[in-house]
């Protein structure tokens, strides 16, 4: 599958730059450093979700219009055949190398003011076996599709096989993957107040 990946530094940075806002303002504004935003702006660093959502924030966006052009009213429909067409954004998983950890496929990217964020995420497989936790404001809901899939959150850790779910507040420190680096699919809903 040829899924085309977004470049979603160079719409963070076309945002930015159409507020009149500097790189300072933003890094004050989410708590990053200035060194993360220009590599995330520069489509050198892959992101984890909690970074994006600290940057969406700042600029007083959805995280979504990082991953759409649309502006749609009404309804969103994904056909089956679609899900994993068109724009993905991938994420790292906090390593060192920023290796790609998930490719998240937007669901609703034609809808317009929405607070919930659908994907189907693809979990790739990894050798690595520490991962940086993160934590953003919202909340989150997985539905494992394929494979297996562990979420650390806070101290715990949940095994979830196909068919199971789990709903938490992303405050708490987490982190998604899959089994022994085994790769998995699930539906991903975020939920992030404005």
Same mark, same amino acid.
């Given at each position: 599958?040829?899924?085309?990946?977004?470049?979603?530094?160079?719409?963070?940075?076309?945002i930015?730059?159409?507020k009149?806002?500097?790189?300072?303002?933003?890094?004050?504004?989410?708590?990053?450093?200035?060194?993360?935003?220009?590599?995330?702006?520069?489509?050198?660093?892959?992101?984890?979700?909690?970074?994006?959502?600290?940057?969406?924030?700042?600029?007083?966006?959805?995280?979504?219009?990082?991953m759409?052009?649309?502006?749609?009213?009404?309804?969103?429909?994904?056909?089956?055949?679609?899900?994993?067409?068109?724009?993905?954004? #991938?994420?790292? *998983?906090?390593? @060192?190398?920023?290796?790609?950890h998930?490719?998240?496929?937007? $669901? %609703?990217?034609?809808?317009?003011?929405?607070?919930?964020?659908?994907?189907?995420?693809?979990?790739?497989?990894?050798?690595e076996?520490t991962?940086?936790?993160?934590?953003h404001?919202?909340?989150?809901?997985?539905?494992?599709?394929?494979?297996?899939?562990?979420i650390?959150?806070?101290?715990?850790?949940?095994?979830?096989?196909?068919g199971?779910?789990?709903?938490?507040d #992303?405050?708490? *420190?987490?982190h @998604?993957?899959?089994?022994n680096?085994?790769?998995?699919?699930? $539906? %991903?809903?975020?939920?992030i107040?404005?």
């Amino acid at each position: 599958m040829d899924i085309q990946h977004s470049k979603v530094g160079s719409k963070i940075k076309a945002i930015r730059e159409s507020k009149n806002l500097q790189v300072e303002e933003i890094a004050e504004r989410s708590g990053l450093t200035q060194e993360q935003i220009t590599s995330i702006e520069n489509d050198e660093n892959l992101p984890s979700l909690g970074p994006l959502i600290k940057i969406s924030r700042a600029l007083g966006v959805r995280l979504g219009t990082f991953m759409d052009d649309n502006d749609a009213l009404g309804p969103a429909v994904m056909r089956a055949k679609d899900h994993c067409q068109g724009t993905s954004i #991938s994420f790292s *998983n906090g390593s @060192v190398a920023a290796r790609r950890h998930m490719d998240y496929h937007p $669901l %609703a990217s034609q809808m317009a003011d929405r607070h919930m964020e659908p994907f189907i995420v693809d979990i790739n497989p990894t050798d690595e076996r520490t991962f940086q936790l993160s934590a953003h404001e919202g909340e989150e809901f997985i539905y494992v599709l394929e494979g297996e899939v562990e979420i650390e959150y806070g101290k715990e850790r949940y095994v979830l096989g196909r068919g199971d779910s789990i709903f938490y507040d #992303s405050i708490v *420190n987490h982190h @998604v993957h899959g089994v022994n680096g085994q790769p998995a699919r699930i $539906l %991903a809903v975020v939920y992030i107040p404005l």
